[in-house]
């Protein structure tokens, strides 16, 4: 079952490198740009005004960010409607902005273009970010995970170069970057309308609802206040340490795409929120816990906070993406973004009187990390717990060895992978057939004897939307069971 299951999942990676190449690549745009603005020396020398610092600049980044993304949830039916023209003026907006925070004078006078700038670079980021969210997160929690861990790596190395290219060139590659991004997003083409248009199972309404408020609402809030907190806390290393905090960042990106790769690997819809509460929020706490043990270790502190905070920010971005589909997964999920975001933005403003008092009494300090600690461990126990029907197994107590048994009993042969139709062969039936990247996936599970429940559980995709991609496999392949399904990949059925 293990060979299987990695079988699959470098299935999904492939794919994404022959058939979805641009949309990774543009998110990794995105990414590097943000890195470019907001978390290296390139804004820093750049963003001190007579009014506010760099933390309180990109404080006011991330406000505009979420009252970007409740706006778009207010109109989420005409905002992703019109993914393409909103994509090209937040790629406008953002350039613009990044223009005028990197090459505005250096006079008082110009602080306001800067300001500007900032609310610029807000809007058209969190419109980007959320539209390339949602076309991750239409493909399916495991696919997403394999885009995000693939773009972090890119964006790992794409940041590494800019910071060898010389000083004068650097502020003129971040502007362009906006432009790159939306460029990919144009040859990526709209999101597949087959993830689009499923509608969520009606059973287990209620419980589901109480898990996604616990998913949406609370998990985000608190580890979004603890990592602005954090931010704040640290602030002296972006003034006093900047070469050593750009690489430290850059490290941190790429162990954490590093993790969420294992994540999408080995973790099922049963144990991603476990590990989402006790993995990733701990990280964040032992983070917090280092800063009155180690005074001098503002960088490690921040970089093992960022590795937390990015699995955190992705993984729970696959949580959002398992239930429903259409226009409720794309509210959800903005909903989603705008807690998470603005909590980090309320933790950043919150972190400067924390600042003012840590710098009379380093006991305050010790009183303050070990208060976030604890908060942000009883918000992953109650979320665990809040959330642990979706952790528990089907109420058939079926276990996969049992789903097994159960399409062999029905007279549904499970194929060996190897020995009858392996992965490449069934990805040419894939392609021959026109089938999207999801019904790919549901197909190949079909021909290896997988149940509608096992799919269900292995796709984390509701009863309801694994009925609708079957039939639509069904249709194009010209078949109308699961057993002529197999038949026809086993030439006992005559093909159209």
């Known amino acids: 079952m293990a060979r299987s299951g990695i079988r699959s999942y470098l299935g999904i990676v492939k794919r994404q490198f022959r058939e979805a190449p641009a949309s990774w690549l543009a998110f990794s745009a995105l ?128 940041d590494s170069i ?20 939306v460029a990919l997003l144009a040859v990526r083409g709209p999101v597949d309308p087959a993830c689009s248009e499923l509608e969520v199972d009606a059973q287990g309404a209620a419980s589901r609802k109480r898990t996604l408020v616990v998913r949406i609402v609370a998990l985000p809030l ?27 960042t850059i490290v941190s990106f790429f162990v954490s795409a590093i993790f969420i790769a294992l994540a999408a690997l080995f973790v099922d819809s049963r144990k991603l929120i476990k590990l989402v509460c006790f993995v990733a929020i701990p990280i964040i706490g032992i983070a917090f816990v280092m800063l009155p043990l180690f005074s001098d270790a503002g960088e490690a502190a921040q970089a093992i906070c960022i590795i937390g905070f990015n699995s955190f920010y992705f993984m ?4 959002w993406a398992g239930d429903q589909g259409g226009i409720a997964l794309s509210k959800r999920f903005v909903l989603g973004l705008f807690v998470l975001v603005g909590a980090e933005s309320l933790g950043s403003f919150v972190g400067m009187q924390v600042v003012a008092a840590v710098r009379d009494s380093g006991s305050t300090l010790a009183v303050v990390s070990l208060v976030v600690v604890y908060l942000l461990l009883m918000a992953g126990i109650f979320s665990f717990d809040r959330s642990g029907g979706g952790m528990r197994e089907p109420q058939t107590g079926q276990t996969e060895d049992a789903d097994v048994r159960q399409a ?20 040419d039936w894939a392609k021959r ?20 429940v096992y799919i269900s559980k292995t796709l984390f995709i509701s009863d309801n939307t694994t ?24 030439g006992k059925h005559e093909s159209r």
């Not at 729970?316 to 949580?319: D, P």
């Not at 029905?410 to 062969?425: I, K, Q, T, W």
């Not at 019904?439 to 509608?452: I, K, P, W």
């Open 222 to 248: 608190v580890v979004g206040l603890a990592y602005g907190l954090m931010q704040r806390l640290t602030s002296d290393a972006y003034t006093s340490g900047a070469a050593e905090v750009n690489v430290a």
């Open 316 to 319: 729970v971005w696959a949580l």
């Open 31 to 158: 990414l590097a740009w943000m890195f470019g603005l907001y978390w290296s020396d390139l804004f820093v020398a750049r963003s001190f005004t007579a009014q506010f610092d760099f933390l309180q600049l990109r404080a006011l980044w991330l406000a505009v960010e979420a009252l970007t993304l409740i706006a778009a949830y207010a109109g989420a039916h005409l905002v992703f409607s019109r993914s393409a023209p909103i994509a090209v003026g937040a790629g406008t907006l953002l350039f613009a902005g990044t223009v005028l925070v990197l090459f505005a004078p250096a006079e008082s006078a110009s602080d306001g273009l800067r300001v500007g700038g900032v609310v610029l670079t807000g809007i058209g980021g969190a419109a980007l970010l959320a539209l390339q969210g949602i076309g991750f997160a239409r493909k399916g929690p495991k696919t997403l995970l394999v885009n995000v861990a693939l773009a972090l790596a890119a964006a790992s190395v794409f």
């Open 408 to 427: 062999a009993s029905a007279g549904a042969p499970v194929l060996d992978p190897v020995a009858s139709n392996g992965e490449a062969e069934l990805a």
């Open 467 to 490: 009925r609708t991609h079957m039939k639509n496999v069904y249709r194009k392949l010209g078949v109308h069971s699961q057993q002529e399904l197999i038949d026809l990949l086993e």
């Open 433 to 452: 057939y026109r089938l999207s990247a999801r019904e790919a996936e549901v197909f190949e599970l079909l021909a290896r004897g997988r149940n509608r």
């Open 162 to 181: 800019l910071l060898y290219l010389p000083h004068a060139l650097q502020p003129m590659i971040v502007c362009l970057l906006p432009v790159v991004c």
